[in-house]
Antibody, heavy 118, light 106 residues
Framework: QVQLVQSGGVLKRPGASVKVSCKAS????????FSWVRQAPGQGLEWMGW????????NYAESLQDRVTMTIDTSTSTASMELRSLRFDDTALYYC???????????WGLGTLVTVSS | YVLTQAPSLSVAPGRTATFSCGGN??????VHWYRQRAGQAPVLVIY???GRPSGIPERFSGSKSGSTATLTISGVEAGDEGDYYC??????????FGGGTKLTVL
């Protein structure tokens, strides 16, 4: 079954870091990249960045590039996204999505809720 | 880079829904469209301006002209309700989503 399974929701304090994982199954992991997209409560979609499933090359959104790191582990078919120096407005549902190329996002995980609260 | 979408659209069943996505020089960029039903992850409905993924009905079509990309759903059904987002990218690595349009089927 082709799917992306994301890690569970977390609660973090301001200033902390969070790492969200996304395990792919049912297809060749290295054949496609991953985009990460977040959605604040009641808001629209925000693209965060992309990572190649082949060589780990990245392209980050300019607004987040100082705080975000995306990685892959081909041995476990898992993509991960780490966001540092969390702020209250980082509270959001974080999605990973398979990127077919040219940012065509054809398969999405169910999302991971990250709550930043003191 | 800003993509402008109307916040809401209401259409009666069987009629045509037309979503607009405006952006500077959008003609030089590639546009994809997604639908997000309430409480669910987004689903790709149009790619490369007018391509339709497998499983998406022929009622869904996309086009682009001038500074506007358009998603059209003909014969709207209740199951089409949701938020529709346009997304663009260009070769510089710019990737942006529009603010989304909420479709209500009357």
């Amino acid at each position: 079954q082709v799917q992306l399974v994301q890690s569970g929701g977390v609660l973090k304090r301001p200033g902390a870091s969070v790492k969200v994982s996304c395990k792919a199954s049912g297809y060749s992991f290295s054949s496609h990249g991953f985009s990460w997209v977040r959605q604040a409560p009641g808001q629209g979609l925000e693209w965060m960045g992309w990572i190649s499933g082949y060589n780990g090359k990245t392209n980050y959104a300019e607004s987040l590039q100082d705080r975000v790191t995306m990685t892959i582990d081909t041995s476990t078919s898992t993509a991960s996204m780490e966001l540092r120096s969390l702020r209250f407005d980082d509270t959001a549902l974080y999605y990973c999505a398979r990127d077919l190329g040219d940012y065509v996002l054809d398969l999405w995980g169910l999302g991971t809720l990250v709550t930043v609260s003191s | 880079y800003v993509l402008t979408q109307a916040p809401s659209l209401s259409v009666a069943p069987g009629r045509t829904a037309t979503f607009s996505c405006g952006g500077n020089n959008i003609g030089s960029k590639t546009v994809h469209w997604y639908r997000q039903r309430a409480g669910q992850a987004p689903v790709l409905v149009i790619y490369y301006d007018s391509g339709r993924p497998s499983g998406i009905p022929e009622r869904f079509s996309g086009s682009k002209s001038g500074s506007t990309a358009t998603l059209t759903i003909s014969g709207v059904e209740a199951g089409d309700e949701g938020d529709y987002y346009c997304q663009v990218w260009d070769v510089s690595g710019l990737v942006v989503f529009g603010g989304g349009t909420k479709l209500t089927v009357l």
